[in-house]
């Protein structure tokens, strides 16, 4: 069996280290961030470290850092999902890979040199091979998160423990009132017993939320359901105007400066925050559920250049643009 959630040092967790263009390069699986290294490494390498550590590194940009292969990927295996939330980027229409292909994906994804991976959706607690594309990962070397609704988080946190290295859980709203509006009449209750659950069983936990207009006004409270929940902290994630959500884009999503401000008048808070604007989404790799690859354009507003993968060369990134 695979340990990656727990490490023989509680102040320590699983991250991914390498080189990317002559530059020492760590990633962090559970919030998706990349960190300048003093130094380069000789070899990449999953490895538990001192999260205070880590984040004295500076913060760089993926894509500014060049190399064969992107820092990380977002790995969408499955489209299929118990909820349906008119912000999902996910089309619905791509086919899903069978079993033994999505094995293929992850095994070539482990093997590429990519440093970590995230396994979303759809819902991806909804695939039951779910621990061994995890383990197929960490086997070739990444670090390994997923990001859920939570919904099915509470029954599978036990037997998901030991091949996880991060769990990302989605919430609208801190309250069932704010978060069912979005993704439906006891989505909240689930996904807090999931959060719960997660961290119970030391999976090293995140909540995510999108900013929207709709929402915006619950950010204080959302901090606050984290450090009640024990979770490490919440990332406020720009609204995307790609798949379901270009419907409502137009009503919902702010500018990268108004989100900006609206975090900054947090002050102190009692668990990490962390923002990510639409620009620093900007060349983002996914691997979609037919095994198609695609990036965020610079404007984050369109899917292009979709290729499939087939080779390491596939995932090749140069720029913010994703331009290869």
């Not at 900006?260 to 979609?288: D, N, Q, S, Y």
């Not at 995932?315 to 913010?320: A, H, P, Y």
Request: proline fraction near 6%; glycine fraction near 10%.
């Amino acid at each position: 069996m695979i340990r990656t959630a727990v490490t023989n040092n509680p102040d320590q967790r699983m991250f991914a280290t390498g080189t990317r263009g002559g530059t020492g390069v760590v990633y962090d699986p559970l919030t998706g961030q990349s960190y300048r290294l003093p130094t380069p490494v000789s070899a990449p390498a999953r490895i538990a470290l001192d999260p205070a550590t880590v984040e004295s590194y500076p913060e760089v940009h993926p894509g500014d850092l060049g190399g064969a292969v992107p820092v990380s990927v977002c790995w969408s295996p499955i489209v299929r999902c118990n909820l349906s939330c008119p912000h999902c980027l996910d089309d619905k229409s791509v086919p899903e890979l069978p079993r033994e292909r999505r094995a293929h994906v992850a095994a070539m994804l482990g093997g590429s040199g990519v440093l970590g991976v995230d396994i979303s959706g759809g819902e991806p607690l909804l695939l039951r091979d779910l621990a061994d594309l995890a383990d197929l990962l960490i086997r070739g070397g990444c670090a390994v998160s997923v990001t859920t609704n939570g919904t099915h988080l509470a029954r599978r946190a036990d037997a998901l423990a030991s091949h996880l290295d991060a769990i990302r859980v989605s919430l609208d709203g801190p309250t069932a009132e704010t978060h069912d509006r979005w993704r439906g009449d006891g989505s909240f209750t689930d996904a807090i017993s999931g959060i719960r659950a997660a961290v119970a069983h030391n999976i090293p936990t995140q909540i995510q939320t999108v900013l929207m207009r709709s929402t915006i006004t619950s950010i204080r409270a959302m901090v606050d359901l984290a450090a009640t929940l024990g979770a490490t902290g919440v990332t406020f994630l720009q609204f995307l105007p790609i798949g379901e959500g270009t419907a409502i884009a137009s009503d919902e999503q702010l500018s990268d400066k108004e989100a900006a401000e609206r975090i900054a008048e947090l002050g102190e808070v009692p668990v990490a925050v962390r923002l990510r604007t639409r620009a620093a989404a900007a060349g983002f790799t996914v691997v979609r559920a037919d095994g198609l690859v695609w990036r965020n354009d610079a404007d984050v507003a369109a899917i292009n250049r979709l290729r499939p993968l087939t080779h390491t060369s596939s995932l090749t990134l140069s720029g913010r643009d994703g331009s290869a």
